[in-house]
């Protein structure tokens, strides 16, 4: 019935056509003009629709994928100038680890937990690496008469720490990186650090720079003089400072309160190079990895664009093709 109806229709119109009764209506009362804009406005229906949202999506994964390629060259160039720096302060606290030995294990009252941290994201879980380790620490090293505090660099950690330990901050810094590091720029940090907070043991954490797919959380345990001078007494070992002779007028207490101070500058510059090193190096992985990922999502969308556009062209010409058969016929 339904394609009797049409047929009908189909042969009344082309009836109209030839006696010339459809010009005569369209020629008044409306313009000429209207009736052809009329005629040239696009179909909108829910093919249209789609091909637009899709073309939309195409556009901002194209400028994700941009911004995440100018982001993954910035950490590389910057990777390549902290890099060099970090290779060389190593030679600063490898031989304090040497002369006052490292002692992870040790078990003191106050414990003093400095965490290096980056002040931006998108550079994997070294941030949150370096936290877990270090609540890690404090909940071996809790009692009742322990005192285990926080002190952090970088915005990253902070905000990590301050969800569930926010009492137990003691000092937290931020935007460290914003200049290029510097070992007068740690050294103050350090001065801060032995004026406003006791300590027996600081415990920096920070993340080993190996390759750029490849870091290592690190724990640096350094004494405070006083701790150190009892470990000796006591019939510990300080590495190799016991195999020397102090000479001048210095005791052994002055002198290891100097050594004390001056390597846990030595050790937190290397530290922060090191998690700086780290940053960039994950960053750049990161982006490499949200790249490839825009790429592929857009290969996706472009297949799936053009299957619509090509949908939407069949049906169209189906319906011209249906439309003039229902006219000839």
């Not at 690190?218 to 400072?241: N, Q, W, Y």
Request: charged share 25%; net charge positive.
């Amino acid at each position: 019935m339904a394609s009797a109806f049409l047929r009908r229709e189909a042969r009344r119109l082309g009836s109209l056509t030839a006696s010339g009764t459809l010009k005569a209506l369209t020629g008044s009362p409306w313009p000429q003009s209207a009736i052809h804009q009329t005629q040239e406005l696009p179909a909108f229906g829910s093919r249209t629709i789609s091909t637009q949202i899709v073309r939309n999506r195409m556009k901002s994964v194209k400028s994700i994928q941009k911004i995440t390629k100018a982001m993954k060259m910035v950490a590389s160039s910057k990777l390549r100038a902290i890099q060099i720096k970090t290779e060389n302060s190593r030679g600063l606290w490898q031989p304090f680890t040497a002369l006052i030995r490292d002692v992870p294990g040790i078990s003191v009252k106050k414990n003093v937990f400095l965490i290096v941290t980056s002040d931006k994201g998108l550079c994997g879980g070294i941030n949150s690496t370096s936290v877990k380790i270090s609540k890690t620490f404090a909940k071996l090293e809790s009692g009742p008469e322990k005192e285990p505090k926080y002190i952090v660099l970088g915005e990253k950690g902070k905000s990590i720490l301050q969800r569930d330990s926010s009492k137990d901050i003691s000092l937290s810094v931020g935007e460290m990186q914003k200049n290029p590091i510097n070992f007068t720029q740690v050294s103050m940090l350090v001065d801060d650090i032995l004026k406003n907070v006791e300590f027996d043991a600081v415990r920096i954490i920070f993340n080993r720079f190996q390759s750029i797919v490849s870091f290592v959380p690190t724990v640096s345990t350094i004494l405070s003089a006083e701790v150190a001078e009892k470990e000796s007494e006591a019939g510990g070992t300080l590495g190799d400072l016991d195999s020397y002779e102090i000479e001048g007028s210095e005791t052994k207490a002055e002198v290891l309160q100097n050594l004390s101070e001056f390597h846990i500058v030595c050790a937190l510059f290397n530290a922060c190079l090191e998690s700086s090193c780290s940053e960039q190096g994950a960053r750049m992985s990161a982006m490499d990895s949200s790249s490839r990922n825009a790429g592929e999502m857009l290969d996706r969308l472009t297949l799936s664009y053009n299957r619509t556009r090509q949908a939407s062209i069949t049906t169209e010409l189906s319906e011209i093709i249906s439309g003039a058969a229902a006219l000839t016929g």
